[in-house]
């Protein structure tokens, strides 16, 4: 009995090793309602042709479209706005500037949101972009303790 409980001990902290040394999974980025963001190149140009167009567009343009898989936010909103410039009559740079003004990013499925919460950021911040995030700081903002002077 003594030599099983040992083997299984042993058994145990090799799990235990190969369950924390694995590699972490992929999580994609959510808005506030829990739709999923575009994080690719690809996704980015292909949430355009869908908003242009309908939201089955989009599962089709991912599986033919030649734009990078790799994930790179920076390039998310460039590529949507490519997509959707030449059909509605905007620059490039002005469709940029209305994402980044108006904190919006494109969705996996076509669109895009402008809905952010704390547990869902907008990804805009991340690169340095959008809107400063408020200080929701012990202090609230201020200096911190103030102390009254003697006199």
């Known amino acids: 009995m003594k030599k099983f409980q040992t083997v299984m001990a042993i058994v145990v902290m ?3 090793v190969l369950y924390v040394a694995r590699p972490e999974g992929f999580v994609p980025l959510f808005d506030a309602g829990l739709n999923r963001l575009a994080m690719t190149e690809q996704e980015g140009y292909c949430a355009g042709r869908a908003w242009l167009n309908d939201a089955a567009t989009a599962a089709d343009c991912r599986a033919t479209d030649s734009h990078s898989t790799d994930i790179d936010l920076r390039t998310v909103v460039p590529a949507f706005c490519n997509a959707i410039v030449g059909e509605i009559g905007i620059t490039q740079e002005t469709c940029e500037n209305i994402f980044a003004v108006n904190a919006m990013w ?3 499925d076509g669109g895009f949101t402008d809905e952010w919460s704390e547990s869902a950021p907008y990804p805009g911040s991340i690169l340095g972009d959008g809107p400063i995030p408020e200080d ?6 201020r200096d911190g303790l103030q102390r009254m002077e003697e006199g």
């Open 14 to 16: 090799f799990l235990a």
């Open 106 to 108: 494109p969705l996996y």
């Open 136 to 141: 929701t700081g012990r202090t609230g903002g």
